[in-house]
Every structure is written in structure tokens, then in C-alpha cells.
């Protein structure tokens, strides 16, 4: 039967967690002389805040999974799936709520790559109903020979990030509105005195439009001005 790994454990083992894992990823070809060091490095990745998943070359074989993962995935990782069916069981979509192609999903862009990629716009749709944004980072393993053994995929929730931006576009938005129709205007010069911005509905007052006036020199626009040339000097 399928195993399911949870929180960096699979359950309905009858080893050990940290055994069995460890066994996986010594066949990632850790050195066996390193495999002392194995429940330490498991250690580590399981209190990282990032997920981490592990899968076989070519066919996308499940090898391991962190703590972080389930809980950014709303599920545990699943070793009966394979690479181009990672989308539909996994609920990765777009952030358009469209699925995912397969074709751009980490692992398979790092294994025909043979680099390691960052992928955006990935999308988790729980099974709870709540959407995670995450950026997907995909390494490839290699062998003596250069052949790619394994795949790892690390993940980051950027929900706060995706948050930050919407909230950054609705307030420009909101400026932009203030600026079209309040009786105000927003000017900026760089150190030489060139406008570099020139907006809002108050221009016309003036006799200009918005953006008219960038570029332009504020020693000529107000010439004959002496205060306003030189808070600008």
C-alpha cells in the first residue's frame, strides 16, 4: 500500500521515523561515512521553516518530505504519485485558480534544466479551502557520471508578500484617483532640477497636463522666480 509521510514521518511505518528516512536519504548517495551525521541533518530540515521535498530522477519517485511541506501543503507527501501528476493531487494552481502546468512544476524544470530554477505564480489550494502562494526553488542532484540522480524542491510561503503587493496596488491605484481628480499636484525634481514626476489634476490650473512636464528644466519653467529656482538648486 501507498505510504503517506506526515510532518517528516511516514505513517504506517513500523521502523522508526528517523530510521527509515534516514535509509531513504542515504540512498540519495550520502557517503556512508556520513550517515552518523544522518538524524542530525534530519533534524535540521525539520525544524526549517521552509519546505523541503525530495524525489527520484527520472520519474519523480517520492524520497523525502519535511515538516514544512505538510503544513504549507495542508497534506502529507505521497509516494504513489509520479512526475505529471504532481498538479491535481497535490491542488497546485496558478494564481488565476487554473492548474498548474506540470511542465513548469519545479522538479521538471530543474531535472531537464540540469540547474537549479526558481519557479512563481505557483498557488496550493488546501483541501481546507485556503490558498498559499509559494515560490518554488528546484536542484538537481547529480552522480559521479553527471547524471541527475534526484530533484530536491524547496518551497517558501509568501503569503505575506503576495499580501503586501495587493495592498501596494490598491493604494497607487487610490493615488491615482486622488491625483485625476482632487485639485492638487505631485512634483519631483532630481538634483539637477529636472522634473522626474509631474501629476495630478491641478496641472491644468497651470495649463499643463499630467506627466507634461518631465524632463524639463525647472531653471526655465520658472524663470523669473527666484524662490522656486532656488529651492530647487
Keep these: 500500500r501507498a505510504w503517506r509521510h506526515e510532518a517528516g514521518h511516514e505513517v504506517g511505518a513500523r521502523r522508526g521515523p528517523v530510521r527509515r528516512v534516514a535509509r531513504r536519504v542515504a540512498l540519495c548517495g550520502v557517503p556512508s561515512s556520513g550517515t552518523a551525521e544522518l538524524p542530525l541533518l ?36 505521497r509516494d504513489d504519485v509520479r512526475a505529471g501528476g504532481y498538479a491535481p493531487v497535490y491542488h497546485i494552481e496558478d494564481r488565476a485558480g ?35 502562494p509559494v515560490r518554488a526553488f528546484g536542484k538537481p542532484l547529480f552522480d559521479d557520471a553527471g547524471a541527475v540522480t534526484h530533484v530536491v524542491v524547496a518551497f517558501r510561503d509568501i503569503s505575506a508578500e503576495v499580501e503586501a503587493e495587493a495592498a501596494s496596488v490598491v493604494a497607487k491605484h487610490k493615488l491615482q484617483t486622488a491625483l485625476q481628480h482632487a485639485p492638487i499636484i505631485l512634483f519631483a525634481t532630481d538634483v539637477a532640477g529636472v522634473v522626474t514626476v509631474s501629476e495630478g489634476a491641478g496641472l491644468k490650473a497651470m495649463g499643463y497636463e499630467s506627466g507634461e512636464l518631465v524632463g524639463q528644466s525647472t531653471v526655465k519653467l520658472f524663470e523669473g522666480n527666484a524662490k522656486v529656482i532656488e529651492n530647487h538648486m
Excluded: H, K
Design 98 to 132: 487554473r492548474p498548474f502546468p506540470e511542465e513548469r512544476l519545479p522538479f521538471v524544470q530543474a531535472l531537464q534544466r540540469r540547474e537549479t530554477i526558481i519557479v512563481e505564480g505557483i498557488v496550493i489550494a488546501r483541501e481546507d479551502g485556503t490558498r498559499v
Design 42 to 77: 534530519l533534524s535540521i530540515l525539520e525544524e526549517l521553516p521552509i519546505g523541503v521535498w525530495v524525489a527520484r530522477a527520472p520519474d519523480g519517485e517520492f524520497v523525502y518530505a519535511n515538516r514544512a511541506f505538510g503544513a504549507i501543503m495542508g497534506m502529507g507527501a
